[in-house]
C-alpha cells in the first residue's frame, strides 16, 4: 500500500533531472500517486516528456505562470483528464541574472515586479485556478530559501521574493483551510540545479554548506522529495502554513562555522 494511493498530483517546474520538482514528482510516484507535469513550453518535448514517460505520466502540459489564461488552462485540461487533484506542488522562480549580483539596492523596478510575479504571485495563481478541483484533504507544497528569512550574499530580490511566498503561504492556508486544504513551504538547503547556477557565488556556498550545516552534508532531490511526500500525504493532515526546513538544520546557527 503506498502513502499517496488514489491521490492526483500535478507538479509545476520541472526543468530537468536536477530540478527539485522532478525529484518530488518521481517520489509521489513511487509513493502511489498518478502525476502530471507542466513546465514552460521550451523545455517539454526534449527535456519534460521523456522524465513523464518514465514514471508512466501522460499529463504534460506547457505553462508560463506570468499568463493567467495559460494557468486556467491547464486547469482547465487537468479536470477534462484527470478531474480532482489531491497535490499541487509550485516548485519555480525566477530572476534577472543582474538581479542575482551586485547590490540589492540596484535592482530595478522591472526586476523587483518579475522576481515577484513569477516566484511569489505565481502561488497564488496556481491555487486560485486549482481551487475548483482541489478534493478535500488536499496539498498544496512550494519551495522556498532560507534568504527570504536572513540576508545571504546575492540572493538579493530573490530573498524578498521568498519573503512573499512565505507569507503567501500563511494567507492561502487561512482562505484554503476551511475546505480541507493545506498549504506549506519547504525550505530547501542548497541544491545544485539549473535555477542556483544563476546565483552569484552558489558553487562556493554550496562547498562550505556540508562543512557547517549540524548534519554535515549537502542536500538532495530525495531529501526535499521526501518531506513532500510527508506534506502530501494524510500523515500531515493537520500542518498546515508552516515552512518545513529541509536543510540539515543549518537554519538554527547563529553563525555558521563548523564548530557550530
Ligand atoms: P530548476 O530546476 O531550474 O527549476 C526552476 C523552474 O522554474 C524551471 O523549470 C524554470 O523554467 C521554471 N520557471 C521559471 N520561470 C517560469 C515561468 N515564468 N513559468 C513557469 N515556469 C518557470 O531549479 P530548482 O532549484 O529545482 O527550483 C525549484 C524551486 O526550488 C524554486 O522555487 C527555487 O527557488 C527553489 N529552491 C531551490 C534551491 C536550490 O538550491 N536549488 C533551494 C531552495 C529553494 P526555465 O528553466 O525555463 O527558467
Not at 27 to 48: C, D, F, I, N
Not at 65 to 71: L, T
Not at 134 to 146: F, K, N, Q, W
Amino acid at each position: 500500500m503506498g502513502l499517496l494511493d488514489g491521490k492526483n498530483a500535478l507538479v509545476f517546474g520541472v526543468a530537468n533531472d536536477h530540478s527539485i520538482a522532478w525529484g518530488i514528482a518521481r517520489a509521489l510516484h513511487e509513493h502511489g500517486a498518478r502525476v502530471g507535469l507542466s513546465s514552460v513550453e521550451s523545455l517539454l518535448e526534449k527535456r519534460v516528456r521523456p522524465l513523464a514517460a518514465s514514471i508512466g505520466s501522460t499529463f504534460v502540459e506547457p505553462c508560463d505562470v506570468r499568463d493567467d489564461d495559460a494557468v486556467r488552462a491547464v486547469f482547465d485540461r487537468w479536470g477534462a483528464e484527470v478531474g480532482g487533484l489531491d497535490i499541487l506542488v509550485h516548485a519555480l522562480a525566477f530572476a534577472n541574472r543582474d538581479d542575482l549580483d551586485g547590490a540589492f539596492v540596484e535592482t530595478s523596478r522591472a526586476g523587483f515586479a518579475l522576481a515577484l510575479d513569477v516566484s511569489a504571485y505565481s502561488l497564488v495563481a496556481l491555487a486560485r485556478e486549482a481551487r475548483p478541483h482541489l478534493r478535500p484533504g488536499a496539498s498544496i507544497v512550494t519551495l522556498t530559501y532560507y534568504g527570504a528569512e536572513k540576508v545571504v550574499a546575492h540572493y538579493n530580490v530573490m530573498g524578498v521574493a521568498k519573503a512573499a511566498l512565505e507569507a503567501c503561504v500563511r494567507y492561502l492556508a487561512v482562505d484554503l483551510g476551511p475546505a480541507g486544504v493545506r498549504v506549506n513551504a519547504i525550505s530547501a538547503g542548497p541544491v545544485r540545479t539549473l535555477a542556483a547556477q544563476g546565483i552569484a557565488g552558489f558553487r562556493t556556498m554550496y562547498g562550505s554548506f556540508r562543512d557547517v550545516a549540524p548534519l554535515r552534508s549537502n542536500i538532495t532531490i530525495e531529501d526535499v522529495a521526501g518531506t513532500a511526500v510527508w506534506l502530501a500525504s494524510d500523515l500531515a493532515r493537520q500542518v498546515t502554513g508552516e515552512v518545513v526546513h529541509v536543510d540539515g538544520g543549518f537554519n538554527v546557527l547563529g553563525v555558521p562555522t563548523p564548530e557550530g
